[in-house]
């Protein structure tokens, strides 16, 4: 592997210090003389080390007054925001925007998916509901979580788009750690199971609105289960959703 810069070393160095909460949100790292000091390095590699993380939003430069932390909700880098999003850095609120992102590019992958899928996207699709439905039954997290993944995989890449999954691969650490956490309620796997049908459903029937609105009302089932089985803070609500509308495709259980 490249050895990293003494550059890379000292900002590597002062993200820990803001993820591990040494240096809260707000509050000011230290000089850069000190961290020189500390790091044994000049202070132009210092500079060029917050200027790196100020390119990522990750800290703000005051003249005069010092270098500040900004809200994880701020930051723009991408390694920064997952590792932030691993460690519960700002966990309130990155979820929901993950989930966002989700609706944003999984309801148009859908759109696309009806009326470009081939045979064999609708059989991947088939079985990944299979394989959820099976993992599910025998109470298997790890192969539930898997068999999710593997259904939206098979979504993005019907889209015929190559862009779409390279979208969300990015994002594949946290994307396994958010599902795995909600799939460890055994009712959020059935609706899981149930809206994956929906969507299979709607986008083998060619009809590009049928699968866009499957798809949004199983997002929608997810932000609703995200409310209610891991936090209580308001749900990203997409462009369909009426919350005093009945949603046609969700199922009750008892």
């Not at 079985?127 to 098979?154: R, S, W, Y």
């Not at 594949?172 to 309620?185: D, N, P």
Request: with cysteine; proline share 7%; hydrophobic share 40%.
């Amino acid at each position: 592997m490249p050895r990293i810069s003494l550059v890379e070393e000292v900002a590597e160095a002062l993200l820990e210090r803001i993820l591990s909460g040494q240096v809260a949100p707000g509050e000011a790292l230290p000089p850069e003389a000190r961290i020189a000091e500390e790091a044994q390095v000049s202070r132009v590699t210092v500079r060029e080390a917050l200027k790196a993380l100020q390119a990522q939003h990750v800290v703000t430069v005051r003249r005069g007054l010092g270098t500040y932390v900004n809200p994880p909700e701020t930051w723009t880098g991408l390694d920064a925001v997952l590792r932030a999003a691993s460690r519960g850095v700002g966990a309130g609120q990155l979820p929901l925007r993950l989930l966002e992102i989700r609706r944003m590019v999984e309801t148009g992958a859908a759109e696309l998916a009806a009326t470009r899928h081939g045979p064999e996207d609708l059989e991947a699709m088939a079985c990944a509901v299979a394989d959820l439905e099976h993992a599910h039954a025998a109470g298997d997290l790890d192969a539930v979580t898997e068999a999710d993944l593997a259904f939206h995989d098979a979504v993005l890449r019907a889209s015929g788009n190559p862009f779409v999954p390279v979208l969300l691969a990015q994002l594949g650490q946290l994307l396994y750690a958010t599902r795995r956490e909600t799939s460890a309620f055994p009712e959020v796997q059935r609706h899981a199971i149930h809206h994956h049908r929906a969507v299979l459903g709607a986008i083998g029937s060619g009809e590009p609105e049928a699968a866009r609105r499957a798809m949004d009302a199983h997002i929608t089932q997810t932000c609703e289960d995200y409310e209610h089985y891991i936090g209580r803070s308001p749900r990203p609500a997409g462009p369909d959703h009426d919350p005093t509308r009945p949603d046609p495709t969700r199922r009750t259980t008892t």
